[in-house]
């Protein structure tokens, strides 16, 4: 019975020391940053990070929309007069009614795209309360 004991007791020591010695790497293999270091060979108050002005002129500027080429060997598309574009584009950035607001409103009055809208926004309303109630299960 004594050995039974004994084999208990060395068992409980290993695994203490394996708890230990992971602790231990743990804390050392813990990876830390430098604070506030200046870079080498710089002066003055870091003028050279500043971005630089623009070499594209004005008039480009205004006629082309830089930057919006997605094509390898394609150019940056031409700025078009207001009326070549569709008439919907001029309304995406409206303010539409919110939850509480198209609720507070007969559904009988409600155009069409608000009624849309607010069965829209009810049934997320209704997702986001029916997975709140499930994760608190």
């Known amino acids: ?12 020591k290993s695994v203490r020391s394996t708890i ?3 602790e231990a790497v743990r804390l050392v293999g813990c990876r830390t940053f430098a604070v506030g270091g200046k870079k080498k060979g710089s002066k003055g108050g870091g ?8 070499t594209l002129s004005k ?5 082309t929309t830089v930057g919006a080429n997605i094509l390898k060997d394609g150019t940056d598309p031409k700025v ?9 584009l001029w309304h995406l950035l ?17 155009p069409y795209e ?5 069965v829209k926004l009810d049934n997320r309303a209704r ?5 709140s109630l499930k994760a608190k299960n």
């Open 59 to 63: 008039e480009l500027k205004s006629t």
């Open 1 to 12: 019975m004594g050995e039974g004991k004994d084999l208990t007791m060395n068992c409980i």
């Open 127 to 131: 997702i986001k309360e029916n997975n």
């Open 114 to 118: 608000d009624l849309k809208r607010l």
């Open 80 to 88: 078009l007069p207001d009326s070549e574009y569709p008439d919907w």
């Open 47 to 54: 003028a050279g990070d500043a971005p630089k002005g623009s």
């Open 94 to 110: 409206d303010k539409h009614p919110a939850l509480s607001e198209l609720r507070r409103k007969t559904v009988e009055s409600l």
């Open 20 to 22: 230990i010695t992971k």
